[in-house]
Nanobody, 121 residues
Framework: VQLQASGGGLVQAGGSLRLSCAAS????????MGWFRQAPGKEREFVAG????????GLAASVKGRFNISRDNAQNTVFLQMNSLKPEDTAVYYC???????????????WGQGTLVTVSS
């Protein structure tokens, strides 16, 4: 499956962005989907994950209450709604697909190219 992330940009602290991850090649409903981010000089970290039907989700503690992950299998797309953004949210955001529930990057088989989110103070 090929993944294409989009929706990043420059936003002021307290603002919102909605990231999208469009899949092609295979139906997205086959995969557990995750969003990761990587800030300069830091390791890639798990942000959010969502189950195959969208009924179960998980968020990293650092974004809980501010971010929300959702999916539309009919559109083969996964979303990350980011609210109350902080400068420390600045990173390249990646979507990824896994065969099983996972929060570690090593367990994801397919990755999008990343989209840059910059939050100014």
């Amino acid at each position: 499956v090929q993944l294409q992330a989009s929706g990043g940009g420059l936003v002021q602290a307290g603002g919102s962005l909605r990231l999208s991850c469009a899949a092609s090649g295979r139906t997205l409903s086959r995969y557990f989907m995750g969003w990761f981010r990587q800030a300069p000089g830091k390791e890639r970290e798990f942000v959010a994950g969502i189950g195959w039907s969208g009924g179960s989700t998980g968020l990293a503690a650092s974004v809980k209450g501010r971010f929300n992950i959702s999916r539309d299998n009919a559109q083969n797309t996964v979303f990350l709604q980011m609210n109350s953004l902080k400068p420390e949210d600045t990173a390249v955001y990646y979507c990824a697909a896994a065969e099983a529930i996972a929060t570690m990057a090593a367990y994801y088989d397919y990755w999008g190219q990343g989209t840059l989110v910059t939050v100014s103070s």
